[in-house]
């Protein structure tokens, strides 16, 4: 029997979105551990939902400082490899700043670490698309920079939406049937795969529903993120009924 594998997460608000990278994670390896540390939004912060635009860019920036990641990164056991589980956190930076933030991570743990931005760009290469639909819950602004992010690693956008959702908080509470609505809004024939960047939304149970209504991948904050850790521990898992991504090795 293969032993343990321990996956340490670093997310940004308790009790959001944990639980569907626990559904994810249990459905894809029984043997795969995934350990949560929060990293503690700054004091001037307040409540996110407050905040306008620019507030909330500058709040997004300063949780993703390396140094406040690698503050926190403290976990029960040590982690055969760990991730940024934070969509905006990382790819606000850029892709130099999203690297560094892993490169940080290594440095302190001493195990491969990675982000669910980075995710994402190693998930479309395994797949070989070039060419995204973005269904977005930020505001227009950050959903230009992510497209920014994508393209400086090749990947062009073709379509968005944006939500301007409030908070992560309340994103944890969207049912299945807006984040479902926001996904065919999205959609663009010309599009070869469909993101959906936020780790705070309950997408595991749908995944494999909106493939088969778009009919092109379909590539989660959750499932990338996951995917991308299990690929740094060895191979990633192929599991079917869990969407394109955990189709293929």
Do not use: N
Not at 158 to 179: E, F, K, Q, T, Y
Request: glycine share 8%.
């Amino acid at each position: 029997m293969r032993p343990e594998l321990h996956l340490g997460l670093l997310y940004p608000t308790r009790d959001c979105g944990e639980d569907d990278f626990l559904a994810l994670a249990g459905k894809l390896d029984p043997g795969l551990v995934v350990d949560f540390a929060y990293v503690p939004w700054g004091e001037k912060v307040g409540r996110l939902d407050d905040l306008d635009q620019a507030g909330k860019h500058e709040a997004v920036r300063e949780l993703g400082e390396p140094d406040r990641l690698s503050a926190a990164a403290r976990f029960g056991t040590r982690p055969d490899v760990v991730s940024w589980a934070c969509s905006s956190c990382s790819f606000t930076r850029g892709l130099g700043g999203a690297r560094e933030q892993a490169r940080v991570l290594e440095d302190r743990l001493g195990v491969p670490a990675s982000s669910t931005s980075l995710a994402f760009l190693t998930a479309l290469a395994h797949l070989d698309v070039r060419r995204v639909a973005l269904a977005s819950v930020y505001h227009r602004d950050t959903t230009a920079t992510f497209a920014d992010f994508l393209a400086e690693a090749g990947v062009t956008t073709v379509h968005s939406v944006s939500a301007d959702a409030p908070s992560d908080r309340a994103l944890a509470a969207w049912d299945g049937h807006r984040i479902t609505a926001l996904a065919t809004a999205a959609d663009h024939a010309d599009a070869d795969a469909l993101l959906i960047p936020e780790t705070a939304l309950h997408t595991t149970p749908l995944v494999e529903d909106l493939e088969a209504a778009l009919g092109k991948p379909v590539l989660t904050a959750t499932a990338v993120t996951l995917w991308d850790a299990s690929r740094a521990l060895g191979t990633p898992p192929v599991r079917p009924g869990s969407g394109e991504l955990f189709a293929m090795r």
